[in-house]
């Protein structure tokens, strides 16, 4: 089985800075893609921020030159630094990864159990 935890979160006030982190464990042989997900009150879910297993990143333009997203392929976890947040970055923030696990041929994608950022004054 594989597991994604994640740590980080709680409220900020507007321009604070905060860590989020998620690490993945279980039966994993790879994991090609890493990925922040937030969804705000009453809007969809969006793509934060994704990194491939070379480190190519991409973000949503909401968040370009602000979020940071890392990985360590050795501990399986991937970070998301966000300095400067703002009033319209609340939202409930999860990781998902694509891995590969021993037992299946194929690449799945995996949740965390998301976590709270509340960004008020």
């Known amino acids: 089985q594989v597991r994604l935890v994640e740590s980080g979160g709680g409220l900020v006030q507007p321009g604070g800075s905060m860590r989020l982190s998620c690490k993945a464990s279980?039966?994993?042989?790879?994991?090609?893609?890493m990925a922040w997900h937030r969804q705000g009150p009453g809007e969809e879910r969006e793509v934060v921020a994704l990194?491939?297993?070379?480190?190519?990143?991409t973000y949503a333009d909401s968040v370009k030159g602000r979020f940071t997203i890392t990985r360590d392929n050795g501990e399986n976890k991937v970070d998301l630094q966000m300095p400067q947040l703002q009033i319209e970055d609340t939202a409930l923030y999860s990781c998902?990864?694509?891995?590969?696990?021993?037992?299946?041929?194929?690449?799945?994608?995996?949740w965390g159990q998301g976590t709270q950022i509340t960004v008020s004054s």
């Open positions: 279980g039966n994993i042989l790879t994991i090609a893609k």
């Open positions: 998902n990864d694509y891995i590969r696990s021993t037992g299946m041929a194929k690449l799945q994608y995996y």
């Open positions: 990194i491939n297993r070379a480190g190519a990143t």
